[in-house]
């Protein structure tokens, strides 16, 4: 009973938290790593862009809401994010043509690419906050909990309660589906092809006829779903703040860098592992140990390695370690 | 020719200020002003000699920030004896298991050195934190409403300015350390996260410098308003000038700061300039222009990164340090960074990167738009809105967002000097 006690908190407040960070951290790191590989630089407004689609999301939820449409029990914002989808994909297309194109044609170094994103960044974040302000937005709606706490107790007659929320499957249930669909895409159809081969090889790819410009539309694209995606679910599974989603960036570069840049695969890996870490690192483990150690080995303090308030040290802390030992990520990644 | 011309344009924008609004907010703005340019000259050290992207600025100039707290204000009664020592003990053990970390993976090898880093990492952590923790609750217990802390030790606060700029240097060569032999993008994410993490410090060790609780009345190293509005003196040459002592004592302290930031500011321009002109400016800029036959001309690159990108980061600490003792108190939850990175970068970036007068320049000018794009924008939307019914949603919504039009702005400016002009408005020579 301990035994089952130790695990049912633990997934509590561990696995189940973790795990939904973890996929959205991965779609974040998707993006990233979809434009590095075919963009080649690391794109510093891509939070700003995750802010940007949720806002988008939020006001449609709010008009769909105002209408009285729900989806029952899940939250209306899903019925908001193909829209909200729409709507980054112009504006990453917007931004593209009267951005990036220029220094696209003029072959610049990929820093100056990187300092023309955090320009993008700033005028992103100007406009997520113009549309929707700073304050902390809640907009999940329909069932809260998919198993209760309480009703968990009562039914298994164990001290822990589970609790697993509508948004956390949510996530897990749409991260899933957006991936699959994302590697059916890569692999099986022409365009996809043509994008792993620009992104592998591009004079090879521009030799054998695939257009460049085309390619890097369908790359915005992606990443602009990719990104409202990650944003949405994040804001449905915690709360949306313009500021919170900035500092996401740390986070989402470090699950793209440690699962290697220009690989999907690492960058899930990366998202996942990224999330446990920081999860585990900055959970206090006193309630696990309690109960699977005698009363008397009880631990004093809090078992706690690291405060809540330096979870970033801890993505830092993996991003440093993998770049010292294996600079180009756990999945071979590209190294310019 | 050009360049005095822009020079004097700033001038002639702050005393439009001073005429058009009050001497006092143009003051304002040229004291910050002085102090972003020197930001601007630190980060144009690492960008514009070097061509690193340093992304954590917010970080060194956080931790600049500190060293006014501990160095001027008075050591807390009783708090060294408390917790104090152990603290500093804590640290030199956590310091300690890391260098033998790094000396095992040096040395030893396979199996050996995987085990050995991780024990030592590990009960190096352990043993830290036994020590650190009850110390620390020690600290934070003596007087929580007024201290809290360790407190400083009570020495002039224009010490605390260089000191700010070793803090900062010290936290540079850790990072340069470890990241500046990887990728560009690298050092940039490298960066990112270093600054965060410094703000987070900052925000939580309470025993350091009181976190988010802040830390005011820092020692000043001008005189105080009051004490000039009491001395009789100062009211009669006030009286001569035409101007209320209180008007007086404010326009007066500022000046003050304004002669001590631009001193800082003409040694630090003189510097940069000799190093620049020098063989050591021509090497950083072969470096920076091709790393590869300047590595075959037998330069140690990495090393003279590391150099210039310790430099850098010292300047901005100090500004950090300046900008405390400008306002008297510590407040780690201003330490944004897009206010304290991304803006410096736009103003690297619009003055000229390469060019220091550049830097000095768009430190200056960004730092004036940064302050005056607020106004200007409540006065745009006014015009704009001015035809809408009062009390309309439509209305409150863009009255309210003008707040936001600075990023906007700053973003758009940033874009368009990358694309129309790259070299910035003083370009390298």
Known sequence: MEFLNAIVALANFVLIPATSYGAQLALGALGVTMIYGILRFSNFAHGDTMALGTAFAILI??????????????????LALPVAIGLTGLVMLATDRAVYRFYRRKKVVPVILVIVSMGVMFVMNGITRFLIGVDEIRFSDGARFLINAREFKQ??????????????????????????????????????????????????????????????????LIAGALATTAGVLYGLDKSFKAFTYFQLLLPIFASAIVGGLGNPVGAIAGGFLIAYSEVAVTYAFKKVVSYLVPEAWEPSGLMQLLSTDYKFAVSFTILIIVLLFKPTGLFKGKAV | ?????????????????????????????LNMGLISAILALGVNMQWGYAGLFNVGVVGFVALGGLAPVL?????????????????????????????????????????????????????GFFLYRAIFDPAVEAVEAINPARA?????????????????????????????????????????????GIGEIIVAIMKNEDWLARGVKNVINIPRPVPYEVDLQADPGFVERAAGLGMDPVTASTIFVKILYGC???????????????????????MMRAIRDNEVA???????????????????????GMAGAMIVTLDSQLTPGTYHPLRFTFLIWVMVIVGGSGNNWGAVLGGMLIWYLWVKVEPWGQAVMDLVTSGLADGSALKAHLQASTAHMRLMTMGLVLLLVLRFAPRGLIPEK
């Open chain 2, 260 to 282: 001590l930031f631009l001193a800082v500011l003409l040694i630090l321009i003189w510097l940069t300039e000799k190093a620049l002109n020098s063989p050591w400016g021509r």
């Open chain 2, 71 to 123: 160095i001027s204000t008075p050591p807390t009664e009783g708090a060294m004896a408390a917790g104090g020592w152990r603290i500093l003990l804590a640290l030199i053990v956590g310091v300690a298991s890391i260098g033998l970390a790094i000396a095992i993976n040096r040395r030893a090898a396979g199996k050996m050195r995987v085990l050995g880093i991780l024990a030592v990492l590990i009960g």
């Open chain 2, 294 to 316: 300047a590595e075959a001309m037998g330069k140690d690159v990495t090393l003279r990164h590391l150099q210039v990108f310790i430099l850098g980061s010292a300047v901005c």
């Open chain 1, 155 to 220: 039914s298994t007659g164990l001290d822990e309660g589970l609790a697993l929320r509508t948004t956390q499957v949510l996530t897990v249930v749409t991260a899933v589906a957006v991936v699959a669909l994302l590697f059916w895409f890569l692999n099986h159809t022409r365009t996809g092809k043509s994008m792993r081969a620009f992104s592998d090889n591009e004079d090879l790819a521009l030799l054998s006829g695939i257009n460049p410009e085309r390619v890097v539309m369908y790359a915005w």
């Open chain 2, 148 to 192: 809290g802390n360790i407190g400083g030790l009570d020495l002039p606060v224009l010490l605390s300015w260089p000191i700010g700029g070793v803090f900062a240097a010290a936290a540079a060569w850790v990072i340069g350390k470890t990241a500046l032999g990887l990728r560009s993008d690298y050092l940039a994410i490298a960066t990112l």
């Open chain 1, 61 to 78: 939820t709010w008009g769909l809401q105002g209408m009285g449409v729900s989806l029952g029990p899940l939250p209306t914002a899903l």
């Open chain 2, 1 to 29: 020719m050009r360049n005095i011309a822009l020079f004097a344009v700033i001038g002639l924008l702050i005393v439009a200020e001073g005429f058009t609004g009050s001497w006092n907010t143009a003051l304002g703005i």
